[in-house]
Nanobody, 120 residues
Framework: QVQVVESGGGLVQAGGSLRLSCAASGSIFTMNAMGWYRQAPGKQRELVAGFTPGGSTNYADSVKGRFTISRDNAKKTVYLQMNNLKQEDTAVYYC??????????????WGQGTQVTVSS
């Protein structure tokens, strides 16, 4: 069983910053791909930033230059540094982690989400 817990969301004024954390735990053998997604009211969930299995990063065009994804493998934690936040960044942010567990079976686990609200 693999669990993923996000933290760090909150209310911030436009132009401000927040840092989200995503901690994975459980029977993790590998963490191959990790990503941050978001879902605003009435919209589909979208990829914000992620690490591919090859280790490269990708970002949504709307956050390039403002958001940075990073990871601490020892802590099994993924971060999303969000700077110069805009009202359109308001959404529930979800973390997703994929990999192999101790039994070498695939896992694909989502967190419960953390709310980010950007005020004007």
């Amino acid at each position: 069983q693999v669990q993923v817990v996000e933290s760090g969301g909150g209310l911030v004024q436009a132009g401000g910053s927040l840092r989200l954390s995503c901690a994975a735990s459980g029977s993790i053998f590998t963490m191959n791909a990790m990503g941050w997604y978001r879902q605003a009211p009435g919209k589909q969930r979208e990829l914000v930033a992620g690490f591919t299995p090859g280790g490269s990063t990708n970002y949504a065009d709307s956050v390039k230059g403002r958001f940075t994804i990073s990871r601490d493998n020892a802590k099994k934690t993924v971060y999303l540094q969000m700077n110069n936040l805009k009202q359109e960044d308001t959404a529930v942010y979800y973390c997703n982690v994929k990999g192999k567990n101790y039994y070498y079976n695939d896992y694909d686990t989502w967190g419960q989400g953390t709310q980010v609200t950007v005020s004007s």
